[in-house]
């Protein structure tokens, strides 16, 4: 985990000059004992038409029939906004994940269950951002469908453009994705059924003490 910057120290932090690191009145501790859960940061990652955000958004449902804190930062979505300057370069892609690696961590601060639906292709730009928080805090979650089912599925038509050529650097197509290596979770959201996926999530939470079994 990155090191956290002393209370009231001046310090810099890139462009930014004498800032100063400010405590909560209310921590990360007093919020889960009030919600009855943990935070913690789920990141679905996978080719475009893997399911990553139909599941993170289904399991985001689940979760919020038991009373629980979430919210669904969705690749798409964040682009209308926070990273609509950011286009689809290496460079962009590597800026566009490490905002929102900073963005899950103020969500997991505040006490909320984030889930985070990108393709983020690299496997650095992952790391990076499971080395922000601490450990058991980041659950990278593989949807792990081959590249034809998602071909096949094209919601949005992106892969039929790629093909055509009139999308330039497509993740799957002319640029790479790097699989994650060891993710907590790897699931075929190729084959299987949404409701088992939605499952093998929320027991791999319960196990790992994030929220409290059903």
């Given at each position: 985990?990155?090191?956290?910057?002393?209370?009231?120290?001046?310090?810099?932090?890139?462009?930014?000059?004498?800032?100063a690191w400010h405590q909560a009145?209310?921590?990360?501790?007093?919020?889960?004992?009030?919600?009855?859960?943990?935070?913690?940061?789920?990141?679905?990652?996978?080719?475009?038409?893997?399911?990553?955000?139909?599941?993170?958004?289904?399991?985001?449902?689940?979760?919020?029939?038991?009373?629980?804190?979430?919210?669904?930062?969705?690749?798409?979505?964040?682009?209308?906004?926070?990273?609509?300057?950011?286009?689809?370069?290496?460079?962009?892609?590597?800026?566009?994940?490490?905002?929102?690696?900073?963005?899950?961590?103020?969500?997991?601060?505040?006490?909320?269950?984030?889930?985070?639906?990108?393709?983020?292709?690299?496997?650095?730009?992952?790391?990076?951002?499971?080395?922000?928080?601490?450990?058991?805090?980041?659950?990278?979650?593989?949807?792990?469908?081959?590249?034809?089912?998602?071909?096949?599925?094209?919601?949005?038509?992106?892969?039929?453009?790629?093909?055509?050529?009139?999308?330039?650097?497509?993740t799957g197509i002319s640029s790479?994705?790097?699989?994650?290596?060891?993710?907590?979770?790897?699931?075929?959201?190729?084959?299987?059924?949404?409701?088992?996926?939605?499952?093998?999530?929320?027991?791999?939470?319960?196990?790992?003490?994030?929220?409290?079994?059903?």
């Amino acid at each position: 985990m990155t090191a956290s910057p002393t209370y009231g120290e001046l310090t810099n932090q890139g462009a930014s000059t004498n800032i100063a690191w400010h405590q909560a009145s209310v921590d990360r501790t007093a919020r889960a004992e009030q919600r009855g859960h943990r935070s913690a940061i789920l990141w679905f990652t996978g080719l475009s038409g893997s399911g990553k955000s139909t599941l993170a958004n289904a399991v985001n449902a689940a979760l919020f029939t038991r009373g629980l804190a979430t919210y669904v930062l969705d690749g798409d979505n964040v682009r209308h906004g926070l990273c609509k300057d950011l286009g689809f370069s290496d460079a962009d892609r590597e800026e566009n994940i490490r905002r929102i690696g900073e963005v899950a961590k103020l969500f997991l601060d505040s006490g909320v269950i984030v889930l985070t639906a990108f393709v983020s292709p690299f496997r650095a730009d992952r790391d990076k951002a499971r080395e922000l928080v601490e450990d058991g805090d980041f659950l990278e979650i593989h949807c792990a469908a081959d590249l034809d089912v998602c071909e096949s599925r094209d919601p949005k038509g992106l892969y039929a453009k790629a093909r055509a050529g009139q999308i330039k650097e497509f993740t799957g197509i002319s640029s790479p994705y790097e699989a994650p290596e060891a993710p907590e979770l790897k699931i075929d959201t190729g084959s299987q059924e949404l409701a088992e996926s939605v499952e093998v999530v929320l027991k791999a939470l319960e196990q790992r003490g994030v929220i409290p079994a059903a």
